[in-house]
């Protein structure tokens, strides 16, 4: 019989945090009269949350058991995305939305996938602007803003 590894368990969890996050989404407007209510975001991302678990889940019941040791080389990448995901939260706030998403893209893509600086900025650059365009202007929502005005 196969044990449960943590893939497995923490899959398990989520799919349940997603259950969870389904049923409260439930509760809200889906739609208002200005387009995607509260429960919008919530429903669509429970959703996502749960196949993708559930996805986790299935490979890792259906994989072989593993002999190799860890590969603490792709660990420390996780962890370094990871953080760099958090750093971005974290200026969210005094810096602002675009500004804080420019960032993070410009060190996934020139840090994490070694691409060259030009197009790190570009990518970064072209990020932000897609958002702004799609959320401020087109979807009239409002983001953080940082001293800059964006």
């Known amino acids: 019989m196969r044990r449960l590894n943590g893939d497995v368990l923490s899959g398990l969890v989520l799919v349940a945090l997603g259950v969870y996050v389904i ?11 200005e387009g995607p209510g509260p429960g919008f975001f919530p429903l669509w991302y429970g959703i996502a949350m749960v196949v993708l678990s559930l996805a986790l889940v299935l490979r890792s ?8 040791p860890a590969d603490w080389t792709a660990i420390g990448r996780a962890l ?3 953080a760099a995901f958090a750093g971005c939260v974290a200026l969210m706030e005094p810096i602002g939305f675009l500004l804080s998403l420019a960032l ?16 790190a900025l ?9 958002f702004h365009v799609l ?3 087109a979807l009239d929502l409002s983001l953080p803003v940082g001293p800059l005005g964006f």
Do not use: C, D, H, Q
Not at 104 to 119: D, N
């Open 23 to 33: 049923i409260e989404s439930l509760g809200w407007n889906y739609m208002s009269e």
């Open 61 to 68: 019941a259906t994989k072989p058991e593993p002999g190799a």
């Open 80 to 82: 370094l995305a990871w």
């Open 104 to 119: 993070l893209t410009l060190f996934v893509v020139a840090v994490m996938y070694g691409r060259p600086l030009k197009i």
């Open 122 to 130: 570009a990518a970064a650059v072209g990020n932000a602007v897609v």
């Open 135 to 137: 959320f401020v202007l």
